[in-house]
């Protein structure tokens, strides 16, 4: 094998073990999970909410560890729970869906409104091969009651 | 010979913190992912609010099709400042428009595996090295079924009871 061949192989090596994939999913849930400036079906205005929220949800999932043990955890507020070991499952965990169900509280009039879905994969730098991805979600829950149309889009 | 002095001691410390901010941080990319320009409201849950601001259940949609796409994000400066924007609004819109929808729900945030870029040893320092983020999103697009429709459309779903 030439020198190129072996810096080729173990490059490919080191970048196939990065951490799994990661997908937030919320679809369990039957609260609406808003991302969008527009709230409401047959709305052409924007939204804005009267008053302040009723809570705020701060959740994600997030994959750390080296590449050869990656520790898949997920943050609920400033809580980090452990879930499970494994490199090459296809990880498909709801555990922001408790953050937003807590919110909202067993109401069934109220909207979560998303102000914040951020994605991210990081390579520590002083530790090579350390990986922190993560998908976040941060908002606000309102009631149903609360939304508006924007001043200015509604003259 | 104390100019001197001053200028290594200063050298050295600007040294030392660059190493130690280098060291410290991470190299990649951080985004957020957007959809500011939609002109239909987009749910992460099986839901959407209707005008009068009650909840429209699965069982008063109708899916008219999917949407799926991947999108790239960079970085520069170890994460700190993100190049261009990830904003799905675009091509979730003219999917939206072309199917004839009135919501987008069920929709699913994909972190994709490690792109190559990310773990190019020691280079990865330079702060000039583009970090890379790639996202998916995927969605249902549906339409609102009137009430009515709506009802004898759970009543055939409905599992029988024995």
Redesign the interface.
Known sequence: MTSHAKWTVA?GL??AV??????????????????????????TCTAAYAGDALSQFEGGIEATGFSAASTYETRIGNAVYQVSQSIYSHTRLNNAAAAVHRAIGGR??V??V?D???????????V??Y?????E?VGQVYA??Q?RCRKEEAK | MRTLTTLTTLTTLTATLLLAICLCNCAGARHRVRFDSMKVPVSMSQSVLDQHGEIIPPERQEVLGHFETEVQGYGIMWTLAPLGKIDFSDQLNARVAELGGEAVVRLRCHLERNVPTNSFLWINMLPIWPGIVRVRVDADIVRVVPQIEGRQRQKTQAPAVI
Do not use: N
Request: hydrophobic share 50%; with cysteine.
């Open positions: 490059i080191w970048t990065g951490c799994a994939p990661l997908t937030l999913d919320l679809t369990a849930l039957s609260t609406p999970i808003m991302v969008s400036p527009i709230t409401r079906v047959g709305d069934d009039d909207v979560a998303v914040d879905l951020e994605a991210a994969d990081l390579i520590h730098m002083s090579f091969g990986s922190a991805e993560h998908v979600v149903a009651s939304i």
